[in-house]
C-alpha cells in the first residue's frame, strides 16, 4: 500500500504514513493502491484502473436518491422515514414521538422537509455525500 500524499510505501495495517504523517487513505495526489501521481479530480487511476469514486462524494458511502427522500417525506415524514433513509435517525426518532405525542399535528414538520428535499434546500445526508437526482 502506498501513501496517498507522498507516493511513500507504507507497511500493511499502518494507519500513519512513517514519511509525512498523513493517515491512511488520506491526501489526494497519489493512487492509494499503486502510489502513481493522479490529478486530485481523477475518478480512476490511470497506471493500475482502480477507483477512486465520484469527485464530490467521499469514498465507500453510496449516494441517496432525492425522489425517494422527497417522497418519503411528503408521504411518511411523520414517522421520519426519510430521515432514516438519509442517516439523521435521531431527527427520525424525535418526528416519530412527537407525530405521536400531537397525534399527527408533527407530521407537518415532515411533509415540509419533503418539499425542502424536492426543491432542492436539503441536498446532502447525514455523510455530507450530496443526493442523486
Not at 477512486?52 to 449516494?63: C, K, L, N, S, T
Not at 441517496?64 to 421520519?80: H, I, R, T
Not at 433513509?85 to 407525530?99: D, M, P, R
Not at 418539499?115 to 455530507?128: K, P, R
Request: charged share 10%; glycine share 16%; with cysteine.
Amino acid at each position: 500500500m502506498y501513501c496517498r500524499n507522498c507516493g511513500n510505501e507504507m507497511a500493511p495495517g499502518a494507519y500513519v504514513c512513517a514519511r509525512c504523517g498523513v493517515p491512511t487513505g488520506s491526501g489526494c495526489d497519489y493512487c492509494y493502491n499503486c502510489g502513481n501521481k493522479t490529478d486530485p479530480r481523477a475518478v480512476v487511476c490511470v497506471r493500475c484502473g482502480v477507483q477512486f469514486g465520484q469527485p464530490g462524494v467521499p469514498i465507500g458511502y453510496p449516494q441517496k436518491s432525492k425522489l425517494a427522500a422527497g417522497l418519503f417525506g411528503l408521504f411518511l415524514g411523520g414517522w421520519g422515514v426519510h430521515n432514516f433513509y438519509l442517516g439523521f435517525t435521531s431527527k427520525g426518532v424525535i418526528q416519530i414521538v412527537l407525530t405521536c405525542l400531537t397525534c399527527g399535528i408533527a407530521a407537518l414538520w415532515g411533509f415540509i422537509e419533503g418539499i425542502l428535499i424536492l426543491s432542492g434546500s436539503m441536498n446532502t445526508d447525514a455523510n455530507g455525500v450530496p443526493l442523486k437526482e
